[in-house]
Nanobody
Framework: QVQLVESGGGLVQAGGSLRLSCVASVSSLVMAWFRQAPGKEREFVATISWTGGSPRYSDSVEGRFTISRDNAKNSVYLQMNSLKPEDTALYYC???????????????WGQGTQVTVSS
């Protein structure tokens, strides 16, 4: 059974930074981050291929967030800078076989880590 475990969430002031981490129990997955705010649908944040290439970002985080991975550790990271209150959400790590911005393309999901940005 594939497991994904996120960490690194927390409370930060607007303009601050956080780094999320996700460790997978398997390798060779396309990895992505999604987020879901209360009362809203889950939305795509960023994705990265198995080789670390082809990173893609949502328009709302482009230029502020950076996705990266360390395959030796089966880990993916999300560096979040210049955080805004609207970034507040439960952030999920996801794994799959296809580079995609669509949640249904990802078969494996973590439990989520909460990010709260105060104004």
């Amino acid at each position: 059974q594939v497991q994904l475990v996120e960490s690194g969430g927390g409370l930060v002031q607007a303009g601050g930074s956080l780094r999320l981490s996700c460790v997978a129990s398997v390798s060779s997955l396309v990895m992505a981050w999604f987020r879901q705010a209360p009362g809203k649908e889950r939305e795509f944040v960023a994705t990265i291929s198995w080789t670390g290439g082809s990173p893609r970002y949502s328009d709302s985080v482009e230029g502020r967030f950076t996705i990266s991975r360390d395959n030796a550790k089966n880990s993916v990271y999300l560096q979040m800078n210049s955080l805004k209150p609207e970034d507040t959400a439960l952030y999920y790590c996801a794994g799959g076989r296809l580079i995609s911005t669509m949640a249904y393309h990802y078969s494996y999901w973590g439990q989520g880590t909460q990010v709260t940005v105060s104004s």
